[in-house]
T-cell receptor, first 114, second 114 residues
Framework: AQSVAQPEDQVNVAEGNPLTVKCTYS??????LFWYVQYPNRGLQFLLK??????LVKGSYGFEAEFNKSQTSFHLKKPSALVSDSALYFC????????????FGGGTRLMVKP | NAGVTQTPKFQVLKTGQSMTLQCAQD?????MYWYRQDPGMGLRLIYY???????DKGEVPNGYNVSRLNKREFSLRLESAAPSQTSVYFC?????????????FGPGTRLLVL
């Protein structure tokens, strides 16, 4: 069985400071890892994914994530947070054919304060 | 392109009533998915359809049925609604032609069962 843990229910950061949203996973074989963002009353929007190759993945809106196989982590980062980054962030791991069946973490609410 | 669309946006049911949630995508994707989102639990897969004509159970299929009507449409039916099915339901689609294909989500249907 595969699983995803997002250990922080909420992350608070001041605007302009770097942010990190943590994600660890458990899966047999090579993981396919995703980050999605959800704004209030909206569906999930894709941010970035790791399939293979470079451990540092760059995505939308200046976000990036680092795949660490030894620590089974895939933390989401951004060098300088914006108030508009405030949202709910989900990490997911894929399995099955082509990694398309996703298991999601519980989500982390990011609050960026001016 | 509208992407993934869902109807209705909001629905209130009484216990025991039935309803069908509709989903359509215009991206010519092969695979479609139904998830439910509950607070603190992320998204959980209810059913998925890897291709037209096939459907399979996900993590939480009990109390639901699905129909892949054609390549574009994938509906979710609640035969006898229960309060435990109060949730936000998301439909998603993806193209299975390569590894770790991104899933694209609809705006969601908020369901309240009284």
């Amino acid at each position: 069985a595969q699983s995803v843990a997002q250990p922080e229910d909420q992350v608070n950061v001041a605007e302009g400071n770097p942010l990190t949203v943590k994600c660890t996973y458990s899966v047999s074989g090579n993981p396919y890892l995703f980050w999605y963002v959800q704004y209030p009353n909206r569906g999930l929007q894709f941010l970035l994914k790791y399939i293979t190759g470079d451990n540092l993945v760059k995505g939308s809106y200046g976000f990036e994530a680092e795949f660490n196989k030894s620590q089974t982590s895939f933390h989401l980062k951004k060098p300088s947070a914006l108030v508009s980054d405030s949202a709910l962030y989900f990490c997911a791991v894929g399995k099955g054919y082509a990694g398309n069946m996703l298991t999601f973490g519980g989500g982390t609410r990011l609050m960026v304060k001016p | 392109n509208a992407g993934v669309t869902q109807t209705p946006k909001f629905q209130v049911l009484k216990t025991g009533q039935s309803m069908t949630l509709q989903c359509a995508q215009d991206m010519n994707h092969n695979s479609m998915y139904w998830y439910r989102q509950d607070p603190g639990m992320g998204l959980r897969l209810i059913y998925y359809s890897a291709s037209e004509g096939t459907t399979d159970k996900g993590e939480v299929p009990n109390g639901y049925n699905v129909s892949r009507l054609n390549k574009r449409e994938f509906s979710l039916r609640l035969e006898s609604a229960a309060p435990s099915q109060t949730s936000v339901y998301f439909c998603a689609s993806s193209d299975r032609r390569s590894q770790g294909e991104t899933q694209y989500f609809g705006p969601g249907t908020r369901l309240l069962v009284l």
